[in-house]
């Protein structure tokens, strides 16, 4: 077998570029985050928290990759904010009720 050299395109890793982002397509990305958090335990999940916040992401792949969706999410997030793209939305959740036993908070 022999080698051939070839050109492809890189970013290096000081270069940025400006995209445009539609809250349709945000919309897709944190479901797309959502579904590949859920496909390791909650554990897992917390795992990869705590990792993120010592800096030791890199370590596993899982845990970078998590990393990557809430370092994309959140630039997004900053950059609605500053465009005034924002816009408060009311929803319900699901909350367990307390018993009367349990203290109030």
């Known amino acids: 077998m022999s080698k051939k050299k070839i050109t492809v395109n890189t970013v290096p890793y000081d270069k940025v ?8 397509f945000y919309e897709r990305l944190t ?3 959502e579904y590949y958090a859920a496909s390791k335990s909650s554990e897992e999940l917390a795992k990869a928290v ?7 992401a890199h370590e596993d792949i899982f845990h970078y990759n998590i990393e990557t969706f809430m ?4 630039s ?10 924002l816009a408060e939305q009311e929803i ?3 909350v367990e009720e307390k018993s009367e036993d349990e203290p109030k908070s």
């Open 50 to 56: 705590e990792a993120i916040k010592a800096e030791k």
């Open 92 to 94: 319900e959740l699901d």
């Open 31 to 33: 479901n797309l985050f």
């Open 71 to 74: 370092i994309l999410i959140r």
């Open 17 to 24: 570029a400006e995209i445009k982002v539609s809250g349709a």
């Open 76 to 85: 997004l997030d900053i950059a609605y904010n500053e465009a005034g793209a």
